[in-house]
């Protein structure tokens, strides 16, 4: 019967003989494969393009962005298909509306915030609050200007909600769809330009537009030098967020065609931001009728105030 001494693979007793002659030598697992360093890939890559793939988002970002559009698999006629568009947690609504009011010099937006999981909650909100907050301002705004003046009654404008309404929407889903039909024709021309799918567009500029919804409150003062620093201030952080996002984009295209692009971009910005203040805000002086009382003898006697 054969002991439990016989029963020990041989090769076991012999390794452990050589490391006990050896122990400084070095041992090699054949269970598990040698892991290859994380960055042996990234050596062999270009230093310059390096940061050009982290501002553009073509590297986990785009796997990321594959796994997404897996997901949305439904037939874009159900209730499911859009159900993902809004699939976000208040978490990630806040912490995009922070990197819209704070950007970081360098860094993309639709990359750091974005891609992972685009969506239309925010970019909607933040629209309607804007249109509220305009319109209710304005009202405001006018009424501190003629207040105290005997002949004025204060009426409120409801129009102005609708102007407002077209004015913010036709500029959140318009421009984006023009910027997007843009690039994505440019992509056609130059094969290096990274396209920016049209949901990532606009959720781009809806957030862009949040700095402006505190800015219309302080709209309110009836001060014009106060309303515009106001607005060149609230300019620079949207502006800079949207240059930020898709100069990476355009850069590698043709010099001049690529300045074209970011200042119509800035341009368009900015005379949103104009347009609302000196429309909404800078009311003209109304010209009231002075007031006349006829005397008791038929003449007329003009009343100043």
Not at 81 to 101: A, E
Not at 124 to 131: D, E, K
Not at 171 to 181: I, N, S, T
């Given at each position: 019967?054969a002991?439990?001494?016989d029963?020990?693979?041989?090769?076991?007793?012999?390794?452990a003989?050589?490391?006990?002659?050896?122990?400084?030598?070095?041992?090699?697992?054949?269970d598990?494969?040698t892991?290859?360093?994380?960055?042996q890939?990234?050596?062999?890559?270009?230093?310059?393009?390096e940061?050009?793939d982290?501002?553009l988002?073509?590297?986990?970002?785009?796997?990321?962005?594959l796994?997404a559009g897996?997901?949305?698999?439904?037939?874009?006629?159900?209730?499911?298909?859009?159900?993902?568009?809004?699939?976000?947690?208040?978490?990630?609504?806040?912490?995009?509306?922070?990197?819209?009011?704070f950007?970081?010099?360098?860094?993309?937006?639709?990359?750091l915030?974005?891609?992972?999981?685009?969506?239309?909650y925010?970019?909607?909100?933040?629209?309607?609050?804007?249109?509220?907050?305009?319109a209710?301002?304005?009202?405001?705004s006018?009424?501190?200007?003629?207040l105290g003046?005997?002949?004025?009654?204060?009426?409120?404008e409801?129009?102005?909600?609708?102007?407002?309404a077209?004015?913010?929407?036709a500029y959140?889903?318009?421009?984006?769809?023009?910027?997007?039909?843009?690039l994505?024709w440019r992509?056609?021309?130059?094969?290096?330009?990274?396209?920016?799918?049209?949901l990532?567009?606009?959720c781009?500029?809806?957030?862009?537009?949040?700095?402006?919804?505190?800015?219309?409150i302080?709209?309110?003062?009836p001060?014009?030098?106060?309303?515009?620093?106001?607005?060149?201030?609230s300019l620079c952080?949207?502006?800079?967020?949207?240059?930020?996002?898709?100069?990476?984009?355009v850069?590698?295209?043709?010099?001049?065609?690529?300045?074209?692009?970011?200042?119509?971009?800035?341009?368009l910005?900015?005379?949103?931001?104009?347009?609302?203040?000196?429309?909404?805000?800078?009311?003209?002086?109304?010209?009231?009728?002075?007031?006349?009382?006829?005397?008791?003898?038929?003449?007329?006697v003009i009343i100043?105030s």
């Amino acid at each position: 019967m054969a002991t439990v001494d016989d029963l020990k693979f041989q090769e076991f007793d012999d390794a452990a003989n050589l490391l006990a002659a050896n122990p400084d030598a070095t041992t090699i697992s054949i269970d598990e494969p040698t892991e290859i360093p994380k960055n042996q890939h990234g050596r062999l890559q270009e230093p310059g393009r390096e940061e050009d793939d982290e501002l553009l988002g073509t590297d986990d970002s785009d796997k990321t962005e594959l796994l997404a559009g897996q997901k949305k698999s439904a037939p874009f006629w159900t209730f499911e298909y859009y159900q993902t568009f809004f699939d976000v947690d208040t978490y990630q609504v806040l912490d995009r509306i922070k990197g819209s009011v704070f950007p970081v010099p360098g860094k993309n937006f639709v990359r750091l915030y974005i891609r992972s999981n685009p969506d239309l909650y925010g970019p909607f909100w933040i629209c309607a609050t804007l249109v509220f907050t305009i319109a209710v301002s304005g009202n405001l705004s006018n009424f501190f200007i003629h207040l105290g003046k005997p002949t004025y009654h204060y009426v409120p404008e409801f129009r102005k909600v609708s102007i407002a309404a077209t004015t913010i929407y036709a500029y959140a889903w318009l421009v984006p769809l023009a910027l997007w039909g843009f690039l994505v024709w440019r992509n056609s021309k130059v094969m290096n330009i990274v396209s920016y799918s049209f949901l990532e567009i606009v959720c781009v500029y809806g957030y862009s537009l949040f700095i402006y919804i505190p800015t219309a409150i302080l709209w309110i003062i009836p001060q014009n030098m106060v309303r515009w620093v106001l607005m060149m201030f609230s300019l620079c952080l949207s502006g800079s967020v949207l240059v930020m996002t898709f100069w990476p984009a355009v850069r590698d295209d043709n010099r001049r065609i690529a300045l074209v692009t970011v200042g119509t971009i800035v341009l368009l910005h900015a005379l949103l931001a104009v347009g609302c203040l000196a429309y909404f805000f800078d009311a003209p002086e109304l010209d009231f009728p002075v007031p006349v009382s006829p005397d008791h003898n038929g003449t007329t006697v003009i009343i100043e105030s």
